[in-house]
């Protein structure tokens, strides 16, 4: 519509449904104020008192409900009206709406929280959103705390590096020893933004400790996400300094208690090794692999078939040929049946690697990397390696007298295919 029609008519009916008994529909009135103030020209809203009169109702309404549908389209409204009105209204009901009553309102203008403090003055930021939104770090209802530390960090950005070490630093160390699991696990997942802005040197000193600490936090969803940003954090932190800080905190996770995280923990050790590379991996995880192989408990050597199968695309034919098939013919024996299948699945991951590797330090990850992991046509080395020492403990393992061992021993031979003697 021309905004003069806008104007004439809309304004009209929008002002009577705002004035509504029923706060079902002023609620829906929100999303039409944005419309209205979208189509009116910036310059000529002011012009128009209704509008802002019906705005300033809005943010006051006695009805949560209203409140709510406003906080939550917080930001959509600053950016429909002009820069006065958002320095003049919408800062202090911004800050109105983070102290609201209800916890629901309070949630959803903390999620409005980076993308509003973007299109206000840095002066106003500080001096009159900043001490509001510091509340929010000891609210009282656990799911706005969560709410806000989902969107803290996206504050670093605006607030630069110096202002983000003097105010959000302090509110991050506060939050990752929040009691609520999700609290913990929000300021995690996003700590990248603050990295970008404050550097990882800053970043270790000031929260290092605390995300130690998560690491063996009793909600596995925290020590999970923990485990997901370590290689971001091992790529710039240094080989150095992971190796003295971090790297028995991730040996550990492979024996955790949930099938999750043993999981997780193995995908991590792969991702390091293509951040350190392989010389790296033989020297600081195979061994510690190794000695996981000959654990009293079977959580352990179970995790050290899944280690060894996921890690092998990472490493080259040398290092699996002399550091990681020992590992797999220690297991052949094991007396718990489930390992013993997990060892011939290992070996089919293997198989399948050796057909594929060219000899010349090469991994899998690289291949595919490259383009050129589809290739069967391995080298003579891979093939002299299957034979050797693959196929004698792939035949026993045949023989078990459990049929699940069998059972994928046999489709493991099958895997080498045309390329093995009857």
């Known amino acids: 519509m021309p905004a003069a029609i806008v104007i004439e008519e809309m304004i009209p009916l929008f002002q009577h449904l705002a004035a509504d008994d029923q706060d079902s529909v002023r609620l829906l ?6 419309a209205i103030a979208g189509a009116v020209p910036k310059e000529q809203q002011s012009s128009h008192g209704v509008l802002l009169t019906a705005l300033r109702s809005l943010f006051e309404d006695k009805s949560w409900r209203v409140r709510y549908m406003v906080a939550d389209r917080f930001e959509k409204i600053a950016k429909a009206v002009d820069e006065e009105v958002v320095s003049r209204d919408l800062v202090p009901a911004f800050v109105k709406l983070l102290k609201d009553t209800e916890a629901e309102v309070r949630s959803a203008i903390s999620g409005q929280i980076p993308g509003f403090c973007q299109l206000v003055d840095r002066h106003a930021l500080l001096q009159d959103i900043m001490p509001a939104i510091e509340e929010l770090v000891t ?4 799911h706005v705390r969560a709410a806000f530390g989902n969107q803290i ?4 950005p605006i607030l630069g590096k110096q202002e983000t070490t003097e105010h959000l630093l302090p509110m991050f160390l506060q939050m990752l020893k929040d009691d609520f699991p999700d609290v913990r696990l929000n300021i995690i997942s996003k700590l990248e933004q603050v990295n970008n802005v404050i550097g990882i040197e800053l970043l270790s000193q000031s929260l290092l400790p605390a995300i130690v600490q998560l690491a063996e936090d009793k909600q596995w969803r925290v020590r999970l996400a923990i485990i997901q940003h370590v290689p971001l954090l ?4 240094g080989v150095k300094f992971f190796d003295e800080k971090l790297s028995s905190l991730c040996m550990s996770w492979l024996g955790d208690t949930v099938f999750s995280i043993r999981e997780a923990s193995t995908q991590n050790l792969k991702k390091l090794t293509d951040v350190f590379g392989v010389k790296w991996a033989s020297d600081a995880i195979v061994p510690k692999v190794a000695a996981m192989a000959e654990h009293p408990n079977y959580l352990y050597r179970m995790t050290t078939c899944f280690a060894v199968s996921t890690l092998a695309p990472a ?7 002399r550091s990681v098939l020992p590992i797999l013919h220690q297991l052949v024996e094991d007396p718990i049946p489930n390992i013993r299948f997990n060892v011939a699945k290992s070996y089919a991951v293997l198989i399948d690697i050796f057909k594929r590797l060219p000899d010349d330090n090469t991994t899998l990850s ?4 490259e383009g050129r992991a589809g290739s069967t046509s391995g080298t003579a080395r891979g093939e002299e390696v299957v034979r050797g020492e693959i196929m004698a403990p792939l035949e026993k393992l045949m023989g078990d007298e459990d049929v699940d061992v069998r059972f994928f021993a046999t489709t493991a031979r099958k895997s080498w295919g045309d390329g093995m003697e009857d």
Do not use: W
């Open 234 to 237: 091992a790529s710039q932190l």
């Open 153 to 156: 960090s996206g504050l670093a």
């Open 139 to 142: 609210d009282s209802s656990q």
């Open 366 to 369: 690289q291949l595919e990397k």
């Open 29 to 34: 009135t929100v999303d039409v104020l944005i």
């Open 315 to 321: 490493l080259t034919l040398p290092v699996l040929s």
